[in-house]
């Protein structure tokens, strides 16, 4: 049986000729390959900060809604706080140890005059973990003293001078 065709068939059979690159192609190609690199690089990095950058913007349009929101007598209260830190940075002038320590310490004290309740827990947590901090530090300046100033063939701590 014969199957007539629709269509009619070329005669002789056709070939695929790919067209040689251009030297813009080649620098193009050369420079995507050049980039490539840094390109994975910057799409890693985005997809590690993505998560974080999402949830800071949901802290701040929550922080929005409750400022939107917020409860009578906050303002002038955060204005009184943010004007003691000001005040601890023009008293700190000269020294980064007090640059450090006045404002953050200032804006504490003016803090602890509107919140009563949460400075006391406050300061009772952080003299835990300064108590914790100061125990470990104790411990490794005793077990550094011990390594280096009471070695065994140390005649003043022998059992035998006593």
């Not at 009578?72 to 009184?80: A, Q, S």
């Amino acid at each position: 049986m014969f199957k007539l065709s629709l269509y009619s068939i070329p005669e002789g059979q056709s070939k695929y000729v790919e067209e040689p690159r251009t030297p813009l192609e080649e620098s193009i190609s050369h420079l995507r390959h050049y980039c490539e690199p840094y390109t994975s690089w910057c799409q890693e990095m985005y997809s590690q900060t993505k998560p974080r950058m999402q949830s800071l913007v949901q802290w701040g349009l929550g922080s929005y809604e409750y400022l939107q929101n917020a409860p009578p007598g906050i303002f002038p209260r955060l204005g009184v706080i943010g004007f003691a830190g000001i005040v601890g940075l023009l008293l700190a002038r000269g020294s980064k140890i007090k640059k450090l320590v006045y404002p953050p310490g200032f804006m504490g004290l003016a803090a602890s005059l509107y919140y009563p309740q949460q400075a006391i827990v406050f300061v009772q947590v952080t003299g835990e973990k300064l108590y914790d901090w100061g125990l470990r530090g104790y411990i490794v300046v005793e077990d550094l003293w011990k390594e280096n100033f009471q070695k065994p063939g140390n005649v003043k701590n022998s059992p035998g001078n006593k």
